[in-house]
């Protein structure tokens, strides 16, 4: 790593090798940002199942919506208005948002919608491990 100066405010600037640069564009053209608005609620229950285990939210969410879209049973409830929800954003593979998509498309709901109950699901039956 080789540390230089900003030439515009002054702040030290560390500049990755090349190896590393190259390993982060690679994931970058698999993955892609999405965001989506979570019940806060949620968000807490699964920074504690995360702190526990020891992985990163993001990481638990990619996992659970994996297996959301196996499960063959999806039905999305009403979405419920009444929660507070808190936007964030996570890093997924392509693949992985296009089969939600899809699968968002056989059920009549969008994004959000499905990954808030594929969570939940796993929250309330307790397979967040």
Request: aromatic fraction near 2%.
């Amino acid at each position: 790593m080789k540390e230089i100066d900003c030439p515009g405010c002054g702040d030290k600037i560390i500049l990755l090798p090349k190896t590393v640069q190259i390993q982060r564009s690679q994931r970058m053209a698999v993955s892609k940002t999405t965001s989506v608005r979570l019940p806060e609620k949620m968000l807490e229950e699964i920074d504690e199942l995360c702190n526990g285990i020891g992985c990163s939210r993001n990481d638990w969410i990619k996992d659970k919506l994996k297996d959301g879209l196996r499960e063959e049973n999806n039905e999305i409830e009403d979405p419920q208005q009444k929660d507070v929800k808190t936007p964030i954003t996570m890093r997924l593979e392509k693949n992985l948002l296009e089969a939600i998509d899809n699968k968002c498309e056989g059920l009549g709901c969008n994004r959000t919608d499905f990954i808030t109950e594929a969570l939940q699901k796993k929250l309330d039956n307790k397979t967040g491990f």
